[in-house]
C-alpha cells in the first residue's frame, strides 16, 4: 500500500531550465513533508520540507508547494544545473508517531 | 557523531550465511529508521525503533530479518541465511523523535551495500 507516490520515474530538463518534480499521497493524516536527494552510491540527503500549515516553502533555488485538497505536492528547481541530476524522494510523516513514507522516486537528468 | 554511521560499508556474503549491518545514530537521535534500496527500486522500509522499543516492524521482509537496538543508541539488522533477493543498500537513518518540527528530519547514513553471492 503505497501511501506516497511519485509517478513519473525519470525526468530530463535543460539546463537553466525549470525542473518541477510530483508527488501525490493518500493519507490525509499526514502532516509534514520532505524532499530528499540522493546520489548514486551515497544515502539520501534532506533539501528542503514544508509543514502542513503552509502551501509555499523556499529556499534558494529550490520551492516546494503543497496542495493539501489534492494532496499534492510539487518540487520546483529552478534555474536546473547539471548537478542537480540525481534521484530525488519525497517523503511524508502523520500528525502521530515518527514514521516517515517515502515515494519511489524520480530520476531527475539536467542536460548541459 | 556528526553524522549516521553505517557499517560494513560494504559486505560481499555467500548465499545462506548470515550477516550484521550496523547503524550508529546521531547523537540524542531517539528515533532510527532502516530501510532498503535494491537496484532500480525505491526506498523500501523495514523497521523503526522509538529509544529501545520498534512500534513498527511491518516492513521486516520475512522471519529472517531482525533488528535490535540498544541502550538508545546503536542498532543491529541482522539477516539469517541470506538469499540473492536480499542484495542492496541498507539505509539507516535518524531523527530527534517526537513531535514537534524539530523531530521531523531524518538523517540517512550513506548505507551498506550487501552483495549475496
Known amino acids: 500500500d503505497q501511501q506516497v507516490k511519485q509517478n513519473s520515474p525519470s525526468l530530463s530538463v535543460q539546463e537553466g531550465r525549470i525542473s518541477i518534480l510530483n508527488c501525490d499521497y493518500t493519507?490525509?493524516?499526514?502532516?509534514?513533508f520532505l524532499w530528499y536527494k540522493k546520489y548514486p552510491a551515497e544515502g539520501p540527503t534532506f533539501l528542503i520540507s514544508i509543514s502542513s500549515i503552509k502551501d509555499k516553502n523556499e529556499d534558494g533555488r529550490f520551492t516546494v508547494f503543497l496542495n493539501k485538497s489534492a494532496k499534492h505536492l510539487s518540487l520546483h528547481i529552478v534555474p536546473s544545473q547539471p548537478g542537480d541530476s540525481a534521484v530525488y524522494f519525497c517523503?511524508?510523516?502523520?500528525?502521530?508517531?515518527?514514521?516517515?513514507?517515502f515515494g519511489t522516486g524520480t530520476s531527475l537528468t539536467v542536460i548541459p | 557523531g556528526a553524522g549516521v554511521s553505517q557499517s560494513p560499508s560494504n559486505k560481499v556474503t555467500e548465499k545462506g550465511k548470515d550477516v550484521e549491518l550496523r547503524c550508529d545514530p546521531i547523537s540524542g537521535h531517539t528515533a532510527l529508521y532502516w530501510y532498503r534500496q535494491s537496484l532500480g527500486q525505491g526506498l523500501e522500509f523495514l523497521i523503526y525503533f522509538q529509544g529501545n522499543s520498534a512500534p513498527d516492524k511491518s516492513g521486516l521482509p520475512s522471519d529472517r530479518f531482525s533488528a535490535e537496538r540498544t541502550g538508545g543508541s546503536v542498532s543491529t539488522l541482522t539477516i539469517q541465511r541470506t538469499q540473492q533477493e536480499d542484495s542492496a543498500v541498507y539505509l539507516c537513518a535518524s531523527s530527534l523523535g517526537g513531535q514537534g518540527i524539530h523531530g521531523n528530519t531524518i538523517y540517512f547514513g550513506e548505507g551498506s551495500w550487501l552483495t549475496v553471492v
Open positions: 493519507n490525509s493524516m499526514f502532516d509534514y
Open positions: 517523503a511524508a510523516r502523520p500528525n502521530t508517531g515518527n514514521q516517515f513514507y
